[in-house]
């Protein structure tokens, strides 16, 4: 017979379950697996949901086993076979994972590609693109995307003279934030980036020393804005091709970003055979 403290979920599911089915009564139940005779009723009534003896438990069955798990992953046993195992697959190798966001992610599930390109094909259709020539299309295809840059990164640590009263890091210059956007066909040809400062003003020094036909705006944040990429677009997108529009269309693949997506982009669009989409 079982003592009344060594009862646990086990013996208290065995012995709900024979009493339910009358193969036991409670009494005989009870002291054949050292339960309470209250205890136990309270259970093949419904009364009591708990099926454990004692204080309520910090943990959770699940966490008691994630627990175990991870006990066992430190321990020697598990590092002799891990190193074992990697040995007898050598197509396998560990790597450190980059980080992606759960939207990126869900791009490249090969369903939502598939999608993409039959939208694609349909947009050179529309568009009567897939009239010209391989070489001529591709010099119709661009893509441009932007990317930010903190300039006002402080070192963790540097290594300074013993004794030195003060150590500085030079840079920033109060722009802590700012945003570049490149552009390029299909066939390789690139525009020079356009800079987006975080600054109510634009100042001169701040364009000195960037590559030759690169262009510059400022934001309140330093982000790429409606007005930012507007500027862009009729400014140094379209000028650079004005000649192809005038016997075809261009395609210009953006992202879903805010800055792309405004009525009067659209309308400039239109009107001059410039197709965005959204990728």
């Given at each position: 017979?079982?003592?009344?403290?060594?009862?646990?979920?086990?013996?208290?599911?065995?012995?709900?379950?024979?009493?339910?089915?009358?193969?036991i009564?409670?009494?005989?139940?009870?002291?054949?697996?050292?339960?309470?005779?209250?205890?136990?009723?309270?259970?093949?009534?419904?009364?009591?949901?708990?099926?454990?003896?004692?204080?309520?438990r910090?943990?959770?069955?699940?966490?008691?086993?994630?627990?175990?798990?991870?006990v066992?992953?430190?321990?020697?046993?598990?590092?002799?076979?891990?190193?074992?195992?990697?040995?007898?697959h050598?197509?396998?190798?560990?790597?450190?994972?980059?980080?992606?966001s759960?939207?990126?992610?869900?791009?490249?599930d090969?369903?939502?590609?598939?999608?993409?390109?039959?939208?694609?094909?349909?947009?050179?259709?529309?568009?009567?693109?897939?009239?010209?020539?391989?070489?001529?299309?591709?010099?119709?295809?661009?893509?441009?995307?932007e990317?930010?840059?903190?300039?006002?990164?402080?070192?963790?640590?540097?290594?300074?003279?013993?004794?030195?009263?003060?150590?500085?890091?030079?840079?920033?210059?109060?722009?802590?934030?700012?945003?570049?956007?490149?552009?390029?066909?299909?066939?390789?040809?690139?525009?020079?980036?356009?800079t987006?400062?975080?600054?109510?003003?634009?100042?001169?020094?701040?364009k000195?020393?960037?590559?030759?036909?690169?262009?510059?705006?400022?934001?309140?944040?330093?982000?790429?804005?409606?007005?930012?990429?507007?500027?862009?677009?009729?400014?140094?997108?379209?000028?650079?091709?004005?000649?192809?529009?005038?016997?075809?269309?261009v395609?210009?693949?953006?992202?879903?970003?805010?800055?792309?997506?405004?009525?009067?982009?659209?309308?400039?669009?239109?009107?001059?055979?410039?197709?965005?989409?959204?990728?």
């Amino acid at each position: 017979m079982a003592s009344k403290a060594t009862w646990g979920i086990e013996e208290m599911k065995t012995a709900v379950d024979r009493v339910k089915k009358n193969e036991i009564t409670l009494r005989e139940a009870g002291k054949l697996y050292g339960i309470p005779k209250s205890t136990l009723s309270d259970h093949v009534t419904g009364k009591s949901s708990k099926a454990y003896a004692g204080a309520p438990r910090g943990l959770s069955d699940k966490d008691e086993v994630e627990i175990s798990v991870k006990v066992y992953l430190n321990t020697s046993v598990f590092t002799v076979w891990w190193s074992r195992f990697l040995s007898r697959h050598s197509s396998l190798a560990q790597r450190r994972p980059q980080h992606l966001s759960k939207k990126r992610a869900q791009a490249n599930d090969p369903i939502v590609l598939d999608e993409w390109f039959e939208r694609v094909r349909k947009l050179f259709a529309s568009s009567k693109l897939d009239k010209f020539e391989s070489e001529a299309i591709v010099e119709r295809l661009w893509n441009c995307d932007e990317t930010g840059f903190c300039t006002a990164v402080a070192s963790k640590q540097v290594l300074a003279k013993k004794g030195s009263k003060a150590v500085y890091e030079v840079g920033g210059s109060g722009r802590e934030y700012i945003t570049v956007l490149g552009c390029g066909s299909a066939s390789g040809r690139r525009l020079p980036p356009f800079t987006v400062y975080k600054a109510k003003h634009m100042y001169d020094t701040w364009k000195q020393g960037g590559p030759p036909g690169a262009a510059y705006s400022v934001s309140s944040s330093g982000w790429m804005e409606g007005a930012n990429f507007l500027c862009w677009l009729t400014k140094i997108f379209l000028k650079e091709v004005e000649l192809l529009l005038q016997n075809g269309p261009v395609i210009l693949f953006v992202d879903g970003h805010h800055s792309h997506i405004n009525l009067e982009l659209i309308n400039v669009a239109r009107h001059i055979s410039c197709v965005f989409h959204q990728t």
